[in-house]
């Protein structure tokens, strides 16, 4: 059975950090892209980060660029999401999302894209 759990969030003060963990069960990651998508009160999710099945490209929504990083451990089948230099603009709640098809160095940044779906972890930046 697949499942993804997401964990790591919380809350934060502006210009701080946080790394959000999703620990994919039931995945072959060498074999699985992944995604990073929020949703901020009374908007629609977004994208934020995506990576390739490969590992080898990732990409990143342009308000997020040169502050978060996106990356997977194949041997501990687990995928990050390292956030530096927040903002109050990027509470919500971030979901990590999978598509489990090999496709090499490609990337998906539609959420139609991706068949499994985690819970969500709730990220709040305020002071």
Known sequence: QW?????????????????LSCAASGFTLDYTGFGWFRQAPGKEREGVSWISSSGKISDYADSVKGRFTISKDNAKNTVYLQMNNLKPEDTGIYYC?????????YIFTEEKMYQYWGQ????????
């Open 97 to 105: 999302a999978a598509r489990s098809a090999y496709s090499g160095n």
């Open 120 to 127: 969500g972890t709730q990220v709040t930046v305020s002071s």
């Open 3 to 19: 499942q993804l759990v997401e964990s790591g969030g919380g809350l934060v003060q502006p210009g701080g950090s946080l790394r």
